[in-house]
């Protein structure tokens, strides 16, 4: 009896679980059966006509009034050659059409969603400054519309962009650049359409955002109303502050710079007889800057203005350029040097000759029986003129010690004294320079942001 009753017991219990099933399934048809209703009810023929907008506020005849807001899911490439950006987003749109109002069945109705975004009004909202645009229809097209029963729509679609983005690159690379997305009415002027910015958050960015050579400082929105002959145009704005990455630069160019113009002062050290080796290491370094210099410009546009970049190439080249004509001129120095010895050895033995001449003549003189010798000496006699050129040396003022020039002394021909100037003068002007150029420009770029 006992068993009896426990298996009807649970016999009664499935068999109130398959209809409480059955009753929620059919309860579940027909809520979708009201919500096919409600589609037909707002939307049928002759019921809603998509070509006309919405009222403006509280009805009245005022602009209708659409609000805006973005979600940045990535930002791939920043060209600077191109002067344009790529962003991927999720645009979404917010506006309010009194025509479909719908009841909403005690609540359990939230919203009714549609993918075709030909059934309802749409606002003619357009990207002013974009070069190229496509939409993602991969599983699906990633788009909806959701129609609130108060009558308050939104659109959402997630959109690629390629956008148009001046830059002003005379900080280049130590520059901050502001690209800018602008959105704007194509047809419909401020006295029928207002774009507004969501109040709150209206822009979003993704929190891992990651770009080459760039960071996303910070973003502003604004306002960019356009007046033409046809009308005033509501516009809006984001504005987005990159700053370039310094360390890439640092390490691709300005060390390898550094580099070469410290490679090209090895020629100062070289001996000046080594005239291969001091040829072939100025030629190549001078090459290799002008090769470097090439492939900088490659990657930028042409600009009418002087880049950051560009004074510093161009000076490390001409400092690369100088050390090769330095060798020119110790070159022509180590000649005029040879030359010099040439003629001061000649001279040597020519006053030798006309000595060894005068003594023999003396000898020839003494030997002679009735010889006299002279009480005053010819002015043409070479005694006579070593003598004066010993008075002459006796009479000049002592000289003050210059240690600049004690120094030099050390180095007898010219050609060296030029190689020692040059170990010295080449390093320190190149400091020098360093020193402005950091300077100047970070202190600029402090005082432009």
Same mark, same amino acid.
């Given at each position: 009896?006992?068993?009896?009753?426990?298996?009807?017991?649970?016999?009664?219990?499935?068999?109130?679980?398959?209809?409480?099933?059955?009753?929620?399934?059919?309860?579940?048809?027909?809520?979708?059966? &009201?919500?096919?209703?409600?589609?037909?009810?707002? =939307?049928?023929?002759?019921?809603?006509?998509?070509?006309?907008?919405?009222?403006?506020?509280?009805?009245?005849?005022?602009?209708?009034?659409?609000?805006?807001?973005?979600?940045?899911?990535?930002?791939?490439?920043?060209?600077?050659?191109?002067?344009?950006?790529?962003?991927?987003?999720?645009?979404?749109?917010?506006?309010?059409?009194? !025509?479909?109002?719908?009841?909403?069945?005690?609540?359990?109705? +939230?919203?009714?969603?549609?993918?075709?975004?030909? !059934?309802?009004?749409?606002?003619?909202?357009? *990207?002013?400054?974009?070069?190229?645009?496509? *939409?993602?229809?991969?599983?699906?097209?990633?788009?909806?519309? !959701?129609?609130?029963? *108060?009558?308050?729509?939104?659109?959402?679609?997630?959109?690629?962009?390629?956008? %148009?983005?001046?830059?002003?690159? +005379?900080?280049?690379?130590?520059?901050?650049?502001?690209?800018?997305?602008?959105?704007?009415?194509?047809?419909?002027?401020?006295?029928?359409?207002?774009?507004?910015? +969501?109040?709150?958050?209206?822009?979003?960015?993704? +929190?891992?955002?990651?770009?080459?050579?760039?960071?996303?400082?910070? *973003?502003?929105?604004?306002? $960019?109303?356009?007046?033409?002959?046809?009308?005033?145009?509501?516009?809006?704005?984001?504005?987005?502050?990159?700053?370039?990455?310094?360390?890439?630069?640092?390490?691709?160019?300005?060390?390898?710079?550094?580099?070469?113009?410290?490679?090209?002062?090895?020629?100062?050290?070289?001996?000046?007889? %080594?005239?291969?080796?001091?040829?072939?290491?100025?030629?190549?370094?001078?090459?290799?800057?002008?090769?470097?210099?090439?492939?900088?410009?490659?990657?930028?546009?042409?600009?009418?203005?002087?880049?950051?970049?560009?004074?510093?190439?161009?000076?490390?080249?001409?400092?690369?350029?100088?050390?090769?004509?330095?060798?020119?001129?110790?070159?022509?120095?180590? !000649?005029?040097?040879?030359? &010099?010895?040439?003629?001061?050895?000649?001279? &040597?033995? =020519?006053?030798?000759?006309?000595?060894?001449?005068?003594?023999?003549?003396?000898?020839?003189?003494?030997?002679?029986?009735?010889?006299?010798?002279?009480?005053?000496?010819?002015?043409?006699?070479?005694? %006579?003129?070593?003598?004066?050129?010993? $008075?002459?040396?006796?009479?000049?003022?002592?000289? @003050?010690?210059?240690?600049?020039?004690?120094? =030099?002394?050390?180095?007898?021909?010219?050609?060296?004294?030029?190689?020692?100037?040059? @170990?010295?003068?080449?390093?320190?002007?190149?400091?020098?320079?360093?020193?402005?150029?950091?300077?100047?420009?970070?202190?600029?770029?402090?005082?432009?942001?």
């Amino acid at each position: 009896m006992i068993m009896g009753t426990g298996h009807c017991f649970w016999a009664i219990f499935y068999f109130a679980c398959l209809c409480s099933a059955s009753l929620a399934n059919n309860a579940n048809i027909n809520f979708r059966e &009201r919500e096919k209703k409600v589609l037909d009810q707002i =939307l049928g023929i002759g019921k809603y006509d998509a070509r006309i907008r919405p009222s403006g506020i509280n009805g009245t005849d005022g602009p209708a009034v659409v609000r805006i807001n973005l979600f940045v899911r990535s930002i791939a490439t920043i060209s600077d050659i191109k002067m344009e950006y790529s962003v991927q987003l999720t645009f979404r749109e917010q506006w309010l059409d009194e !025509r479909l109002k719908f009841n909403d069945v005690g609540g359990r109705l +939230k919203y009714l969603t549609l993918t075709e975004a030909n !059934r309802v009004w749409m606002p003619d909202l357009f *990207f002013s400054n974009e070069k190229e645009g496509h *939409f993602h229809n991969i599983i699906m097209p990633n788009v909806y519309i !959701r129609i609130f029963p *108060f009558g308050s729509v939104l659109y959402s679609i997630r959109i690629s962009l390629t956008l %148009a983005c001046p830059m002003n690159l +005379k900080l280049y690379p130590l520059d901050r650049q502001v690209c800018s997305l602008r959105m704007a009415s194509y047809g419909w002027t401020t006295d029928d359409l207002v774009f507004l910015w +969501k109040e709150g958050d209206p822009v979003q960015v993704v +929190k891992n955002l990651h770009l080459p050579r760039f960071t996303l400082e910070k *973003f502003l929105t604004d306002y $960019c109303n356009s007046k033409t002959n046809t009308g005033e145009y509501s516009c809006l704005k984001v504005d987005l502050l990159f700053k370039r990455e310094f360390s890439y630069y640092l390490i691709q160019i300005y060390i390898p710079c550094c580099m070469l113009v410290i490679v090209s002062w090895v020629s100062f050290w070289l001996d000046q007889g %080594a005239v291969p080796a001091r040829v072939s290491l100025g030629v190549t370094t001078l090459l290799t800057m002008a090769t470097q210099t090439s492939g900088i410009n490659a990657s930028l546009p042409p600009v009418s203005y002087t880049k950051a970049i560009d004074v510093w190439t161009g000076v490390c080249l001409t400092f690369v350029f100088g050390a090769l004509l330095e060798f020119a001129l110790v070159n022509y120095a180590s !000649r005029s040097d040879l030359h &010099r010895e040439n003629m001061k050895k000649k001279r &040597r033995e =020519l006053e030798q000759a006309s000595l060894d001449a005068a003594s023999d003549l003396l000898d020839t003189d003494s030997n002679a029986t009735f010889a006299m010798k002279p009480l005053v000496r010819h002015p043409g006699d070479p005694l %006579a003129l070593e003598k004066l050129r010993q $008075c002459e040396v006796h009479m000049q003022p002592p000289k @003050r010690p210059n240690c600049c020039r004690s120094w =030099l002394s050390k180095f007898p021909t010219r050609s060296k004294r030029i190689d020692v100037i040059s @170990r010295i003068t080449f390093p320190l002007v190149f400091a020098l320079f360093n020193l402005v150029y950091w300077s100047t420009y970070l202190f600029r770029e402090e005082e432009e942001t």
